[in-house]
């Protein structure tokens, strides 16, 4: 990160991510054929968010988040400190990260919140490591670096199954006083049996055997903040970010510039072993790359190549062209892993889609999919980015329903009509005077029907008869008190412990009746 970057008004930090930040896809990895959309009901589709009054949830930021049932694992993040009242919203834009980046602002617990009981149980990172230690001897040459997987700002992370996987972050370094750097470091963690250890429930030895693998020194393509991770055919991708550190008055920053695949397997009891594919790129240099970008909306989904559903990955705007004018991201990518383009490319580049400086930043997201209209429907949530007009990049209520057409051409790599078509949704969050959404979590309803091998919902399966389903709830991220706040010592942004359930309606379009 240059200086001339951390001087710039009105911009983000290096943000969490949502969905993050990727989530828990289906275990069924099979291609799903089409059907034809021509002789069946389209809809429309509405959002609609209601606050949950009396969350007992702490204010969290830039986290870590799993759901298993009506219990949500926090941890990771940055948070507020009450007692120096010190807020962990929007960093400052100084070009010190001690500044920016407080350090008691990053949150040393772990959480366990029953949405349903309001009840919270919490556990220090310190207790929690010396648990492992003492139960898991062979982590306790590592404690600094396995502490920095529990406390970390903005890190990637994915579901499968009943893990969660936890790459990078962005914190201060393992010495304390060594400055910032990103973290180069995965885990593997069990959700359950963790949730159990914050509880204080007794846990077996075969369950403290299973609850974590680490690999803690990662390879330079896949060392990030700020990007998001997903899975896909058990293979990972690493989707956008940048490695940052600083040290007094020395940084370096570098984009990954790319979406880097790569594997993980188990090497031993508590250790993981990293496998690192060829990067999906345009390669060409950070300073015409499209593929620089952080922060970003990066959501997941499917594209009908030979007549089939593929899941993949779509990055829509985000953070920032070259330069020094602070720009985001007008367009969007969209990577295919499985299928390459007539001219040997794994992405699509929409270089006609114009987002419009909407929600340009990560913020809580979902996407479904209709067989109906074969159109995928993604919601982004509020964030950052206020519209064409809006060149300082606002903190916003406004959401963004973005419609993608799954039939991808694979027959050129750069489109020259738009793929996706965005529609501004004014004032989700029931034009509250407060702005919401930017690196907020959606924690979703885990009975809803998945794509296979996507977090992407089946509108046609979850609706079935009905015509309104629960989608989950928004949760956390920043809290503004304006739309342009500045850096978290102005005292006008924070981290939420606010909760909004989200709903979606559906409504048949109406067709013309033949005379």
């Not at 209601?50 to 949500?72: C, D, M, R, T």
């Not at 956390?476 to 979606?504: C, D, E, N, R």
Request: aromatic share 10%; proline share 5%; glycine share 10%.
């Amino acid at each position: 990160m240059k200086a001339s970057y951390l001087n710039l008004l009105g911009f983000i930090l290096f943000g969490t991510m949502l969905w993050s930040c990727g989530g828990k896809p289906a275990a069924n990895n099979q291609d799903t054929p089409t059907t034809d959309s021509s002789k069946t009901t389209q809809y429309t589709y509405t959002v609609s968010l209601s606050e949950i009054k009396g969350s007992k949830a702490p204010s969290l930021q830039s986290f870590v988040h799993a759901v298993e049932g009506n219990e949500w694992l926090l941890f990771g993040g940055r948070t507020n400190d009450v007692a120096d009242n010190i807020a962990g919203g929007m960093h400052n834009f100084s070009n010190y990260s001690n500044e920016g980046f407080p350090k008691k602002t990053f949150n040393t617990n772990l959480f366990v919140y029953n949405v349903q009981d309001t009840v919270l149980y919490q556990m220090s990172v310190d207790s929690c490591i010396a648990k492992m230690i003492e139960n898991l001897p062979a982590l306790k040459s590592m404690q600094a670096k396995l502490r920095s997987i529990f406390v970390n700002s903005n890190p990637q992370i994915a579901e499968r199954g009943d893990y969660i996987y936890v790459l990078g972050g962005y914190g201060v370094g393992y010495q304390g006083d060594a400055g910032y750097i990103t973290y180069p470091q995965v885990a593997k963690i069990q959700i359950k049996t963790l949730i159990k250890l914050i509880k204080k429930e007794a846990l077996s030895k075969d369950e403290w055997n299973g609850l974590i693998k680490v690999n803690l020194n990662l390879p330079e393509p896949v060392i990030a903040t700020g990007g998001e991770m997903f899975i896909i055919n058990n293979t990972f991708y690493l989707a956008g970010g940048h490695n940052f550190r600083e040290a007094g008055k020395k940084s370096f920053q570098k984009y990954l510039d790319a979406v880097q695949p790569f594997e993980l397997a188990d090497s031993s009891d508590h250790f993981l072993k990293v496998t690192v594919g060829k990067a999906i790129t345009d390669n060409l240099p950070d300073s015409t790359t499209v593929f620089r970008r952080r922060d970003a909306p990066i959501v997941p989904i499917v594209s009908k190549i030979d007549n089939t559903l593929k899941p993949g990955i779509a990055l829509y705007a985000g953070v920032f062209t070259y330069g020094n004018d602070g720009t985001a991201w007008p367009d969007a990518i969209y990577i295919h892993p499985q299928t390459q383009t007539k001219e040997g490319q794994f992405y699509t580049y929409d270089k006609p889609y114009n987002q419009m400086g909407n929600n340009a930043y990560s913020c809580a997201d979902f996407g479904g999919y209709d067989g109906n209209s074969e159109t995928l429907h993604t919601f982004l949530l509020g964030g950052i980015g206020a519209g064409k007009d809006d060149t300082e990049l606002s903190f916003t209520n406004n959401g963004l329903q973005i419609t993608y057409n799954t039939q991808l051409d694979m027959l050129t790599t750069v489109l020259t009509k738009p793929q996706s078509t965005p529609q501004s949704l004014p004032e989700v969050y029931n034009s509250d005077t407060l702005k919401h959404g930017a690196e907020a979590a959606l924690m979703p309803n885990e009975k809803l029907m998945k794509m296979p091998d996507s977090e992407i919902i089946d509108l046609n399966k979850s609706f079935g008869e009905a015509n309104t389903i629960d989608i989950g709830y928004v949760y956390g991220g920043i809290l503004s008190k304006s739309a342009a706040p500045g850096g978290s010592s102005k005292g006008q942004s924070m981290a939420s412990h606010k909760i909004w359930k989200v709903t979606l309606t559906r409504k048949p379009l109406q067709t013309p009746q033949s005379q």
